[in-house]
T-cell receptor, first 113, second 114 residues
């Protein structure tokens, strides 16, 4: 099976812009979670989508949003970018929601200038 | 606040030695404890995971030891090899059906010297 794919792999934006990142989960997986990884804060949970519904959201401002499509693919959007949003954004898929194994993609490296 | 504390931050082990990384958690609702391995430029890869109904789980050279009463768990890498040099993260989830996602430790940068 193909793994989790994320596009684009690298992205450079300027402050105030918005960005959309895409994630395709492992075939058959219905849950997609998003994480932000920074040197200072480490890996932090952003949100999880299952059956096109957001199950929960981590402690991030409303500028961070997402959605999931009927084929389980997911997108996350960050509006009004700030310098502090520079990070590696990771998508993880799992067969089901809840305490199941999560498999991560390679991430999208976002740099905000 | 849910937290997972991981130590040490960095670790240097000689080839063939045992690498030990420790984690402690606070939330007793956690019931799933995975370890991830991350190489530079890659996403974290699931290495091994345990649930609190067992005290130890072994897969090849990797072993998780779990102490429920102490709220601690650790990763042991036996016969450590240079290819094991990576950053290792412990994590935990549970309660609310895992709806809060994985809570990660800060990571341990492991270097295996040949």
């Amino acid at each position: 099976k193909a793994g989790v794919t994320q596009t684009p792999r690298y992205l450079i934006k300027t402050r105030g812009q918005q960005v959309t990142l895409s994630c395709s989960p492992i075939s058959g997986h219905r849950s997609v979670s998003w994480y932000q990884q920074t040197p200072g804060q480490g890996l932090q949970f952003l949100f999880e989508y299952f059956s096109e519904t957001q199950r929960n959201k981590g402690n991030f401002p409303g500028r961070f949003s997402g959605r999931q499509f009927s084929n389980s693919r997911s997108e996350m959007n960050v509006s009004t970018l700030e310098l502090g949003d520079s990070a590696l954004y990771l998508c993880a898929s799992s067969p089901w929601t809840g305490n199941s194994e999560q498999f991560f993609g390679p991430g999208t490296r976002l740099t905000v200038l | 606040q849910q937290q997972v504390k991981q130590s040490p931050q960095s670790l240097i082990v000689q080839k063939g030695g045992i690498s030990i990384i420790n984690c402690a958690y606070e939330n007793t609702a956690f019931d799933y404890f995975p370890w991830y391995q991350q190489f530079p430029g890659k996403g974290p890869a699931l290495l091994i995971a345990i649930r609190p109904d067992v005290s130890e789980k072994k897969e090849g050279r990797f072993t998780i030891s779990f102490n429920k009463s102490a709220k601690q768990f650790s990763l042991h890498i036996m016969d450590s090899q240079p290819g094991d040099s990576a950053t290792y993260f412990c994590a935990a989830s549970g309660g609310r059906g895992g709806a809060d996602g994985l809570t990660f430790g800060k990571g341990t940068h492991l270097i295996i010297q040949p």
